[in-house]
């Protein structure tokens, strides 16, 4: 049973923090060091200051230091009410607008065995212990975990029963904010959705976090541990966008020949093809591109049934393991032409097809986990638009 529960949100105040759009900030994983000093330089009060402290012996202790001056301060204040809120999210792909929207409420931690809280993707160790520090120092969920319910009826009521709070932006995307306060919307939406699975679409290491936290802390189920941020979306939301995740790979160039040898059909592609035809896997060097197509008779049995033919799970087994295996060095880009631009020299790209939200379900389903840097869910939930603290709540 998913149990979602309305909180008491901390959010700006713009009066004391200025403009919301000079505030907001990605989530920590996707903020380079040069974005995160134009963030810093917009206002003192960025959030990418708690989200993503510095790497120093202090910097977790600093982020929870940071939060508490600024509640003092009132740059922070927490809602006087309980409540769930809805960010109606518009942002831009080329010339098209779209928008998602996202409902964060307090969710109910589940181990994954439960069967109600399913992720899709593995984990990163490193990660894992960033944010776990993070979340002692500052007893806070900083930025939400990403899920998807199939239950666009029940989102669409909800906002229908909410008044607008906020707005702002980031990176040109606008987000307008509305809180749903009235006991018995929220009672009817969590009565809608108490029998849906919960998909995590991005924030495993969040997800994964909260639960270690809970554990450590003993926390029982009603308490504030046991639950964490979440931002709801619908698994058919016209807004929903899940790019590919490629791989740019340095070195091993006779390991990754040999695999390609091995288990692959090569043939040559022209650059335009890899949009227009949509190739599951392309290797792409100084220019050339070449697409793969695994052989059938290649022995399959290491890849789990639920996502065996998946383009992603073939290039990671059959061919990106044997390059990190000989010693290569393994980088993730969604963006496809910054991935296609690294492909010089020593460096060799593999484009790979994106996953779509209905085989992610059924991945989660089946019990089963794809590789690392799978997908990339598009726009971001951004930080720092909600923020949900234990003591508080």
């Given amino acids: 049973m998913a149990e979602v529960r309305a909180f008491r949100a901390v959010r700006y105040d713009e009066r004391e923090a200025g403009p919301l759009s ?7 994983d996707v903020i380079s060091p040069e974005q995160r000093a ?27 230091a940071l939060l508490r001056d600024w509640r ?4 922070l204040r927490q809602d006087l009410g309980a409540a769930l809120y809805v960010d109606d999210h518009e942002f831009s792909i080329g010339r098209a607008k779209a928008t998602r929207r996202g409902v964060f409420v307090a969710l109910r931690l589940h181990e994954v065995g439960e069967g109600v809280v399913l992720p899709h993707e593995r984990t990163f160790p490193k990660a894992r212990a960033d944010r776990l520090e993070l979340l002692r120092a500052t007893r806070t969920n900083t930025s939400p975990v990403f899920g998807m319910i ?3 009826g029940p989102i669409a009521a909800l906002a229908a029963a909410g008044h607008e709070i906020a707005r702002g932006t980031l990176d040109g995307d606008a987000h307008r904010l509305l809180a749903v306060t009235n006991p018995d919307a ?21 997800y994964e976090t909260a639960l270690t936290y809970a554990n450590e802390r003993g926390a029982g189920p009603g308490t504030a541990e046991r639950f964490t941020l979440v931002s709801l979306s619908a698994l058919d939301d016209p807004g929903l966008r899940i790019f590919a ?3 740019v790979i340095s070195g091993a160039r006779a390991a990754l020949d040999a695999a390609v040898a091995r288990s692959f059909d090569a043939s040559p592609i022209e650059p335009g093809g890899v949009g227009d035809l949509q190739p599951g896997i392309v290797l792409v060097r100084d220019g050339t591109f070449t697409r793969l197509e695994a052989r059938r008779e290649v ?16 290039a990671e087994e059959l061919l990106i393991k044997h390059a990190r295996d000989a010693g290569a060095e393994i980088e993730y880009e969604h963006d496809l032409e910054r991935a296609i631009d690294a492909a010089r020299g020593d460096s060799t790209a593999v484009l790979v097809r994106s996953v779509d939200a209905r085989t992610l379900r059924a991945v989660s389903d089946a019990g089963e986990r794809m590789p690392q840097k799978t997908t990339y869910f598009y726009p971001k939930v951004p930080a720092g638009l909600i923020i949900r603290s234990f003591d508080d709540d």
């Fill in 186 to 206: 929220i009672a009817t939406f969590a009565s809608a959705i108490k029998d849906e699975r919960v998909y995590i679409a991005d924030g495993h290491h969040r």
């Fill in 245 to 247: 995740t490629h791989r």
């Fill in 22 to 28: 000079d505030l907001l900030c990605p989530p920590y």
């Fill in 38 to 64: 134009r963030l810093e330089a917009k206002s003192p009060y960025n959030f990418v200051r708690a989200e993503l402290p510095r790497e120093d012996p202090s910097g977790y202790a600093n982020a929870g």
């Fill in 150 to 152: 199939d239950a666009a």
């Fill in 72 to 75: 003092e301060k009132h740059v």
């Fill in 299 to 314: 022995d399959r049995s290491s890849i789990p049934a639920a996502w065996r033919e998946l383009p992603v799970a073939l």
